[in-house]
């Protein structure tokens, strides 16, 4: 096989190429393909301090006004949005309601975040009749807000789909339906594709970075009655996201914090957590299954009470 070095870079062809190291895509990137999307913004890095008063909370109010955190002190939001769909901590709102409802969110999140920092959102779509493609919807609402788009991972649930079906009508054409078994996470960045390091620790291992970097993940979904809430992402998601997109000590932001889950990998990948969460019972929750967590694993934590 050829080695491929410096003096061997590949380049964009009209038939792509199958090199990747030293590979020169300048041709690719600058068609017009990409003229209308969202460009890097190169800037003086900046990075401020959170009140450490602030630190590994959950704060029991909305997501739409982080007035607790500077600009520019996040790392990384991960997060799984309420549906909308009549769950006990939904609003019934109309579909450009909830949109709005959430991209006032987003925009807060484009605000705290480092630049080159990482918004991950876990999205589902919903109905039949029609099917909503939510998570279309939200890649042009954070495409809007000057986000740039890094990809889309397809979590596959099948290993823990039950005996439910979709099937429409049985064994004919006249009106079958699909069964989602999967969920999107959509990954964007603020600003730049990369980040400072600012010399901080990489956590990844190399087992974990082969995996976490493929655009299919496989793993069960978390029962809603082991945990306590209607709508939980296993703590395997957050995780994943957190090793893959953050240094040590970093910190995450959740603005949907719901039972904790996101605050609970944090602290397992030694991270800071900040959490938003609008109902009392689930910040009490989540709280509670933080303290157990960490003290169950002995893992350190800032511990504090929500500010309801």
Known sequence: ??????????????????????????????????????????????????????????????????????????????????????KEYDKDLTLDEYRMFLKRVWGEVKRVLVPGG????????????????????????????GFLMRGEIIWNKASSGSSSTAWGSWLSAKNPTLRDIHEYILVFSKGTFSREDLGRKSTITKEEFLVFTKSVWTFAAEPATKVGHPAPFPVELPYRLIQLYTFENDVVLDPFMGSGQTAIASIKAKRHYVGYEINEEYVKLAERRIKEFSLKFNYPTLFGKADC
């Open 118 to 145: 990482r918004a991950c959102i876990n999205i589902a779509n919903l109905g039949r009749k029609p099917y909503i493609p939510l998570h279309t919807l939200i890649i042009n609402d954070m495409l809007d807000l």
């Open 1 to 86: 096989m050829k080695r491929i070095g410096k003096k061997n870079k590949t380049k964009t062809s009209v038939f792509g190429s199958p090199g990747r190291i030293n590979h020169d895509s300048t041709p690719f990137y600058t068609s017009r393909l990409y003229e209308d999307l969202p460009k890097e913004e190169f800037a003086q890095y900046t990075e401020n301090p959170i009140p450490s008063c602030c630190l590994d909370r959950v704060f029991c109010k909305s997501g739409e006004k982080m007035e607790e955190l500077p600009d520019n002190s996040i790392h990384l939001m991960v997060t799984s949005p309420p549906y909308n769909v009549g």
